[in-house]
């Protein structure tokens, strides 16, 4: 059974920093090109990057492109995604998925991580 | 970017009828898109895949068609626990892009 298991999250201020972690277990993660997906309190959901299954190549949208980092350790099955120079708007639950084999779109999802940036 | 308009944003069925959510892009996507379930509390589950690929477990009542530009998301028979927001999803170019949701509640 695929399990993704979000952790990192937390309150900081804006313009601090935080990274999110992902553990994966269930199928062999290093085959997989792996993603975060977040959704602000009651909206909608916004992709936030995407990384290779290397690790070599990454994606991101404009709101996040310079701030936040995707990264993987494929020998622990882990993903990470830094977060600097938060800003209010980054307030959200942060999930972690599975991209699908072999179209981009979000096979398996975490249960989510909150992260709060406020003073 | 391509943005995704969804609609309604909200519906509210009986048991046993007929479900349809439109999205429609503003760019062509040919088949790239996919339709996700969210439940209150939970976080989203992918549906349907690339128009018309049923994921692994979800019942045929759940189907998509369109190409293009325009798209249709159907649920018949709806029951109880289909209650919940779904969202489209593009795939064919970065930035990916979600429409807003459709919320279905049961009468």
């Known amino acids: 059974e695929v399990q993704l298991v979000e952790s990192g999250g937390g309150l900081v201020q804006p313009g601090g920093s935080l990274k999110l972690s992902c553990g994966a277990s269930?199928?062999?993660?290093?085959?997989?090109?792996m993603a975060w997906v977040r959704q602000a309190p009651k909206k909608g959901l916004e992709w936030v990057a995407t990384i290779n299954t290397s690790g070599r190549r990454t994606f991101y949208p404009d709101s996040v492109k310079g701030r936040f980092t995707i990264s993987r350790e494929n020998a622990e099955s882990s993903l990470f995604l830094q977060m600097n120079s938060l800003k209010s708007e980054d307030t959200a639950t942060y999930y972690c998925?599975?991209?699908?084999?072999?179209?981009?779109?979000?096979?398996?999802w975490g249960q989510g991580v909150m992260v709060t940036v406020s003073s | 970017d391509t943005t995704v308009t969804q609609s309604p944003a909200s519906l509210s069925m009986a048991v046993g009828e007929k479900v349809n959510i439109s999205c429609k892009t503003s760019t062509d996507i040919d088949d790239d898109m996919n339709w996700y379930q969210q439940k209150s509390g939970e976080a989203p589950k992918l549906l349907i895949s690339?128009?018309?690929t049923l994921r692994p477990g979800v019942p045929s009542r759940f189907s998509s068609s369109g190409y293009g530009t325009d798209f249709v998301f159907s649920i018949n028979n709806v029951l109880l626990g289909d209650e919940g927001i779904y969202y489209c999803?593009?795939?064919?170019?970065?930035?990916?892009?979600f429409g807003a949701g459709t919320k279905l509640e049961l009468k």
């Open positions: 999803q593009q795939s064919d170019n970065v930035p990916y892009t």
């Open positions: 269930g199928f062999t993660f290093s085959n997989y090109y």
């Open positions: 998925a599975t991209r699908g084999q072999p179209g981009d779109y979000f096979d398996y």
């Open positions: 690339e128009v018309n």
